[in-house]
T-cell receptor
Framework: DAGITQSPRHKVTETGTPVTLRCHQT?????MYWYRQDPGHGLRLIHY???????DKGEVSDGYSVSRSKTEDFLLTLESATSSQTSVYFC??????????FGPGTRLTVL | AQSVTQPDIHITVSEGASLELRCNYS??????LFWYVQSPGQGLQLLLK??????LVQGIKGFEAEFKRSQSSFNLRKPSVHWSDAAEYFC???????????FGGGTRLMVKP
């Protein structure tokens, strides 16, 4: 999708391993978000950022950390992955009128 | 705290039939409401949004939604469904600051030929 990319798109890892997911935008938007999507739960907010080095927790932040050293990059880190963190992760950015534009997603499997 | 309920987990309709997907929200002030669609293996695409003004909003792909404050609802409708509409649909609400988008659990739509 134009404007926002996620890497990797797929990852399989083992329990206890650190994992970092990257979100990159090319449009200089201030607000960025990380969500996880699980069946029956829709999307749930993990963390969000409102500027470089400015982040805050969302609904399901336990076990996750984020960093934003540049406007265009928002990183999500699982310090020690667990099987409960197997999910599809979406990054998003606020574009206008509180509308959020989503990236293509990263499918993470923790064995 | 804000919340969104989509009562129907799965819906099956015949191609050409009309469609209504239900969405109920809980929010103390005037909500900002959205409908997103997700095709299998894809990201989310915005169908339409409501902020204020006319309570009937038009979106892409022939969809519309009506905001009813008295019922705390924002139902999505389409007069004639196409096979390509088969997907999962999410209703969402956010606050004025726009930094806490809350999603419903989603409704999976299947279309019979």
């Amino acid at each position: 999708d134009a404007g926002i990319t996620q890497s990797p798109r797929h990852k399989v890892t083992e329990t206890g391993t650190p994992v970092t997911l990257r979100c990159h935008q090319t449009e200089n938007h201030r607000y960025m978000y990380w969500y996880r999507q699980d069946p029956g739960h829709g999307l749930r907010l993990i963390h969000y950022s409102y500027g470089v080095k400015d982040t805050d927790k969302g609904e399901v932040s336990d076990g996750y950390s984020v960093s934003r050293s540049k406007t265009e990059d928002f990183l999500l880190t699982l310090e020690s992955a667990t099987s409960s963190q197997t999910s599809v992760y979406f990054c998003a950015m606020s574009v206008q009128d509180n509308e959020q534009f989503f990236g293509p997603g990263t499918r993470l499997t923790v064995l | 705290a804000q919340s969104v309920t989509q009562p129907d987990i799965h819906i099956t309709v015949s191609e050409g039939a009309s469609l209504e997907l239900r969405c109920n929200y809980s929010y103390g002030a005037t909500p900002y409401l959205f409908w997103y669609v997700q095709s299998p293996g894809q990201g989310l695409q915005l169908l339409l949004k409501y902020f204020s003004g006319d309570t009937l909003v038009q979106g892409i792909k022939g969809f519309e939604a009506e905001f009813k404050r008295s019922q705390s609802s924002f139902n999505l409708r389409k007069p004639s469904v196409h096979w390509s509409d088969a997907a999962e649909y999410f209703c969402a609400v956010t606050n004025n600051a726009g930094n806490m988008l809350t999603f419903g659990g989603g409704t999976r739509l299947m279309v019979k030929p």
